[in-house]
């Protein structure tokens, strides 16, 4: 498949680990949590990160419970940051462009 470079790129890298680890669904949709995740790992493999956010901070979301624990510090570390400013996260939602736009936008202009 012509993304399959970009797959194995993102794999040893870190930025994706797969489903179950091992195995991809490329044609799948994301969900946000996963697109949040994904940003995180770039912004860390890039050394934007340190030190761990306070996962405290996703009680303000009235669907934080839904959560998942492999993407609970990426949320609260985009908390922590301003990126997100409503009141739910809706984390299992899937993506779409207009959410990735303004996502991939307030990250930019994180301080």
């Known amino acids: ?18 489903y179950d680890g091992a195995h991809f669904a490329p044609d799948d949709n994301i969900t946000n949590q996963d697109l949040y995740v994904m940003a995180y790992r770039a912004l860390a493999q890039m050394g934007k990160i340190s030190g761990d956010a306070d996962e405290s901070v996703l009680m303000k979301y009235s669907d934080g419970g839904g959560i998942a624990d492999y993407a609970r510090q990426a949320i609260a570390y985009f908390t922590e940051n301003g990126v997100f400013t409503g009141a739910a996260i809706n984390p299992e939602t899937i993506a779409n462009r207009a959410g990735a736009a303004e996502f991939i936008a307030n990250v930019i202009k994180m301080p």
Request: avoid cysteine; glycine fraction near 12%.
């Open 1 to 18: 498949m012509y993304y399959y470079n970009e797959i194995a790129t993102a794999k040893s890298m870190g930025l994706i680990l797969g």
